[in-house]
């Protein structure tokens, strides 16, 4: 059976591990903003949901969140930012992932060589027997 699922070469699961690495990323970072803020003494106002999104928001311009007349001023970032950001936060996960896709594809060849030397061995070894 391959590990292959025939669209493009991919390897099947690599997308949803690359995703799912990404968005640890960010909510780690994002985590990270919003614990910034607090620590400073600044945490932003409004319902936990509110705070998310202001730290969501923050994350995204990398700017503090100030508060404003209306609740969260934090500048809110373009969706085209936002996308950029995710994006190459995607490619460089996806590239750091190449050393171990390259020791995985040695290990295979080196595994396919020793089980064919192994099966020849063996085949050899019964023929040599059943003579």
């Known amino acids: 059976?391959?590990?292959?699922?025939?669209?493009?070469?991919?390897?099947?699961?690599?997308?949803?591990?690359?995703?799912?690495?990404?968005?640890a990323a960010v909510g780690i970072e994002i985590k990270l903003v919003a614990e910034l803020h607090e620590?400073?003494?600044?945490?932003?106002?409004?319902?936990?949901?509110?705070?998310?999104?202001?730290?969501?928001?923050?994350?995204?311009?990398?700017?503090?969140?100030?508060?404003g007349p209306g609740g969260v001023n934090a500048a809110s970032p373009r969706p085209g930012r936002l996308i950029r950001r995710l994006a190459f936060?995607?490619?460089k996960t996806a590239l750091s992932f190449g050393p171990l896709f390259l020791g995985a594809l040695f290990g295979a060849r080196m595994n396919r060589r020793e089980t064919r030397r192994a099966g020849r061995a063996i085949r050899k070894d019964l023929r040599r027997r059943a003579a």
Request: no cysteine; aromatic share 8%; hydrophobic share 45%.
């Open 1 to 23: 059976m391959s590990i292959f699922n025939g669209r493009a070469g991919r390897p099947a699961g690599v997308s949803a591990e690359v995703a799912a690495e990404v968005l």
């Open 39 to 67: 620590a400073y003494g600044r945490p932003a106002p409004g319902s936990p949901a509110e705070q998310m999104r202001a730290y969501a928001a923050a994350w995204g311009v990398r700017r503090a969140v100030s508060p």
């Open 89 to 91: 936060r995607a490619l």
